[in-house]
Structure formats: C-alpha cells, structure tokens
C-alpha cells in the first residue's frame, strides 16, 4: 500500500545538458538549412535543407520540453494507490490504472535505461488523453504499440531501481488469474 502518492520530478542536470545538446543539434540544422554548397559528398544539396528541417524541429521540440520541465514543477511520473500519472513529456498528463498495466519492464537506447510500460489496451488509456495526445503518440510510436516510454531524462532517479519498484507495486495491485480448474478424470 502507498501511504502518499510518490513523485518523480525532472533530472535538472539532465535538463541543462538537454539545453546544450539541442541547442548544438539546432545549429547543425541552421548549417544544413542555409548551406549553398554540398555538405558531404554522398549527400545531394536538395536534401540537405530536409535534413537541416527535420534538426531545428527535433531541437525546438527538446528545448520546449526542457524548459518545460525546468520552469514548472510538473513532475514527470506519480505513484499512487490507483495507478501511474505519467508526464513525460510536453503534452498533458496521462493517468494509467494499475490494472490497465500488463507489464513493466527497461530497456536499452543508446546507453540509457528506459522505463517501458505495455499496457492491456492503449486505445483504452488513449480515449481518455486529449485529442493532441493522440495524435503526437499515433506520429511518434506508430499505431503498432501498446507501451508507454519513460526516459531518464523524466525522472529523478535511477530508472532500473524505479522500475523495479514499480514491478513491486504492480504485482501488489493487480488481481492474481484464477487458477484454470483440474481436469476431470473419468
């Protein structure tokens, strides 16, 4: 039982260092937007300002997101009785029932631990989300997916360790299957 609800805020240094790393990300994007010659050799000049696009947007999101998380006490994940408040990221909140969890698990990208929770039926927590939420999640994990991601950057703790933790939970808030009855023997 959860006596209060636990909250996880954002990693303030992660965030800081998020800042430098999109603002170097934007500027290679400015260079391959404003560039008059090719870039490399292997890369047409007609893609360069694609790519350079593609760079500003992926940094201008980050930064929103970092300084979201900077200047607002949103946390990035609660834990209660009931289930998981999830604010990873710039869109609104999302809450997850306990027994809407079908798994909670990590897993690696690119050197870091993300917190990977499969949900029973997405659509089901998706209905509840705003309309915006929808579609930023149908764009960015594709219709195909029934978990939701926590990255480090979200949260103030070791993800392995909170993962961990949060396994414990689950198990003690989800009913137990009913065993299936014994065979009749004739």
């Known amino acids: 039982m959860i006596d209060e609800p636990i909250v996880y805020g954002a990693s303030r240094t992660r965030m800081i260092f998020g800042l430098f790393?999109?603002?170097a990300v934007g500027a290679i994007g400015v260079r391959f937007v404003t560039a008059t010659?090719?870039?490399?050799p292997l890369l047409p000049l007609s893609l360069q300002p694609v790519i350079g696009g593609g760079c500003i947007l992926f940094a201008a999101y980050q930064v929103a997101f970092c300084l979201m998380k900077l200047f607002t006490n949103r946390p990035g994940l609660i834990v209660d009785d009931t289930g998981l408040t999830i604010g990873a990221n710039?869109?609104?909140?999302?809450f997850v029932c306990w027994d809407e969890i079908a798994r909670i698990s990590t897993k690696r990208l690119?050197?870091?631990?993300?917190?990977?929770i499969t949900l029973h039926d997405r659509d089901a927590v998706l209905?509840?989300?705003?309309?915006?939420?929808?579609f930023v999640d149908r764009i960015r994990?594709?219709?195909n997916t029934t978990s939701i991601n926590v990255p480090p950057v979200a949260v103030d703790?070791?993800?392995?360790?909170l993962a961990e933790r949060l396994k414990a939970f689950h198990k003690s808030k989800t009913p137990k299957p009913a065993s299936p009855p014994a065979p009749k023997t004739i």
């Open 21 to 23: 790393f999109c603002g």
């Open 37 to 40: 010659v090719s870039l490399h």
């Open 90 to 94: 710039i869109l609104p909140a999302r």
């Open 110 to 116: 690119m050197g870091s631990s993300i917190l990977e």
């Open 127 to 134: 209905k509840r989300a705003g309309p915006l939420s929808v």
């Open 141 to 143: 994990i594709g219709a």
């Open 157 to 161: 703790t070791d993800i392995d360790a």
